[in-house]
């Protein structure tokens, strides 16, 4: 009973990933969405730090000449 019962297991598991290969699931969604929100949440100020950075070496530069 117990070999049967894991043959079965595997057959359904088998069809299962024939049936859909590249299906994008729910749970790929949720993965998705999970990591990209904090990345668009934090991009503006990262690139307003970057700004900022720039703008004051270049202010530091200029300032180094005299």
Known sequence: MK???HEKKEKRRK???E???GQYTFG???ADLLLWVPELLLFPFRI???LVRGLGRVIGNF???F
Do not use: G
């Open 19 to 21: 049936k859909n290969p």
């Open 3 to 5: 070999t049967w019962w």
């Open 28 to 30: 790929d969604f949720m």
């Open 63 to 65: 300032f180094d000449l």
């Open 15 to 17: 069809r299962r990933s």
């Open 48 to 50: 307003l730090f970057w």
